[in-house]
């Protein structure tokens, strides 16, 4: 969990470095002092890898930082599955995915963080938005890890009022000026950080860390 002061806010900015694959990215964020390291199980990225290589990155994690696993319209047993022999101690749903699925995932001892493009969160009924604030979120481009930039207008209605992350085509250049203008719990980088697509950069990870750290974080509520 993450600290809090006394006024209920973030002891700094929530970082987490997505669709890592080797162990140096790996230790690049930890040593960076990353909040959560991401690995990618959805079909058809080029971040893909497998729960016995996730699992061989997680060892090295220390206890305190999140590992999560990315999924994206899997069926729920699958990253069950998936999720415990990779040994993450987060999910992370990219789809179409219910608070069903988020409670099955919790009774499996889980954390969670469900995805939303800005659009379909924005399409969502006020109830229902309701419903997810004591969810963690991510706000993300309509199409994860392409490097399409956020798109701030679409939160004209207001942003979420739980624990949330800002991605979608962040990197260290504009990473503080868009975290400063939304006020996310935390932000969230993948193709940000690659010197190409899918490839990963030391340097940009610890220039990612280092620009969004010097944002001060939202509010969040007490049982966060």
């Not at 973030?10 to 987490?16: A, F, L, P, S, T």
């Not at 001892?109 to 006020?126: C, D, I, P």
């Amino acid at each position: 969990m993450r600290a809090l002061d006394e006024s209920g806010t973030n002891v700094g900015m929530y970082v987490k470095i997505c669709g890592l694959q080797t162990a140096e990215t790996v230790a690049a964020a930890v040593a960076a002092s990353a909040d959560a390291v991401g690995f990618v199980f959805a079909l058809g990225s080029p971040r893909t890898i497998s729960a016995v290589q996730a699992a061989k990155l997680g060892r090295n994690v220390p206890r305190g930082i999140e590992t999560v696993g990315v999924f994206r319209n899997q069926p729920i047993d699958e990253v069950v599955k998936t999720a415990h022999e990779a040994g993450v101690s987060t999910v992370q749903l990219h789809g179409d995915e219910t608070l069903v699925d988020i409670a099955r995932l919790h009774e499996e001892g889980f954390r969670t963080l469900r995805a939303f493009s800005a659009a379909s969160y924005n399409s969502v009924g006020a109830a229902e938005k309701r419903s997810w604030e004591s969810e963690r979120i991510l706000l993300d481009a309509i199409e994860p890890g392409a490097g399409m930039v956020f798109d701030a207008h679409l939160l004209a209605d207001g942003a979420p009022k739980g624990f949330w992350l800002l991605a979608g085509g962040l990197n260290p250049a504009n990473v503080a000026t868009l975290a400063a203008t939304l006020q996310p719990s935390g932000v969230d980088v993948s193709s940000g950080v690659e010197v190409t697509r899918g490839v990963k950069d030391v340097s940009l990870i610890r220039e990612f860390i280092r620009a969004a750290r010097s944002v001060e974080p939202a509010t969040l509520p007490k049982n966060e």
